[in-house]
């Protein structure tokens, strides 16, 4: 039986079970094994080609954003119409094959767009392309969900099931699960609040699916064996996400007041370039980016072209690293302005954290 069939099958055993505490052991099993399943299929035993292959471009910039939706949403037409690149733009489905790069400048910062090719549904077990354009979009560091707004719900759930099913996780924080495998001791599970689903047996049940029979863990919220499977796996990846809701030239102000109050959504029209100051501005908050000025000594600071920096990694050992990678190894301190010091200037190492438009003079050993 491949890899497909047998997902198929635990998917109707789930959809057949009740959901009670005597099945709870049960269905912990059958998705931690829904889970192993779907990892052999985004990495292939026997090596030979990354499963993005022959999709991905070159990263170029301070960021990437990768547009993901089903086919003649409106991708294309929002980067030709957001970054002036050319990208086919066409009335039937899977006009664009391949990626398709854009750069834009926003604030300073160097951001790429890639037109992804229209993924379907069952993209996440290996049907269509899918896999290859969500393998791209594991590389992102934001992703829009493209959604035509006359289908905006349904295709909604659909592709967050297609990228959940690979790994990624959208909007959302790494499980706040402490995991920890010994060599002996059994499993010692330490639970910090109630948990509703996750009982001692069923963490032993998804735990021994996974041959792990010695471990620590602390649950410190109420989780989900989804929660816990992700730490096990230890591969998911955590992408902020905007739902970009196309073509509302279509639709009524009063349909549109109702779509607005999604929670992470932006409307807009590609074609009309209506509302793409929103977009912007939004995609900015989601990228959560860190600018960082230059400034030489006795001169003034170089506000056009900032260090741009990803929230997370923004000491200034990450900023040296950025301008040169040998800047660290003659670093002596820097001088700091901004919100990040409390005296303007003050003298700093290179463990300092840096934020928002600071303002930094490397001082190198002589
Ligand atoms: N009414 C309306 N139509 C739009 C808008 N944006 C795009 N379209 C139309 O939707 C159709 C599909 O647009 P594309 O940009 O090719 O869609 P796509 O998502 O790139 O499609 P694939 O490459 O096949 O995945 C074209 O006929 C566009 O003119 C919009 O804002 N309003
Ligand atoms: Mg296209």
Known sequence: MSALQKIA?????????????ATMGHLGLLKARLAKLRRELIEPKGGGGGAGEG?????????????????????????????????????????????????????????????????IEGAKDGKGRGKQVIAVARTCGLIFIVLDVLKPLQHKRLIEHELEGFGIRLNKTPPNIVFRKKEKG?????????????????????????????ADITLRYDATPEDLIDVVEGNRVYIPCIYVLNKIDQISIEELDIIHKVPHT??????HKWN??????????????????????????????????????????????????????????AIVWGTSVKYQPQKVGKDHILQDEDVVQIVKKV
């Open 276 to 333: 793409f100051d929103d977009l912007l501005e939004k995609m900015w908050e989601y990228l959560n980016l860190v600018r960082i000025y230059t400034k030489p000594k006795g001169q003034l600071p170089d506000y056009r072209s900032p260090v741009v920096l990803r929230s997370g990694n923004t000491s200034i050992e990450d900023f040296c690293n950025k301008l040169h990678r040998t800047i660290i190894k003659e670093f002596k301190y």
């Open 9 to 21: 099958e635990i998917e109707a055993e789930m959809a057949r079970t009740q959901r009670n505490k």
């Open 266 to 271: 932006v409307p807009i029209s590609a074609h």
């Open 55 to 119: 999709f991905d471009v070159a990263k170029t910039g301070d960021a990437r954003i990768g547009f993901v939706g089903f086919p003649s949403v409106g991708k294309s037409t929002l980067l030709t119409n957001l970054a002036g690149v050319y990208s086919e733009v066409a009335a039937y489905e899977f006009t664009t094959l391949t990626t398709v790069p854009g750069v834009i400048r926003y604030k300073g910062a160097k951001i790429q767009l890639l037109d992804l090719p229209g993924i």
């Open 186 to 214: 059994g499993i010692n599970l330490q639970q910090m609040v109630p948990q509703s689903e996750l009982d001692a047996d069923v963490v032993k049940t998804i735990l021994a699916e996974y041959k792990i029979h010695n």
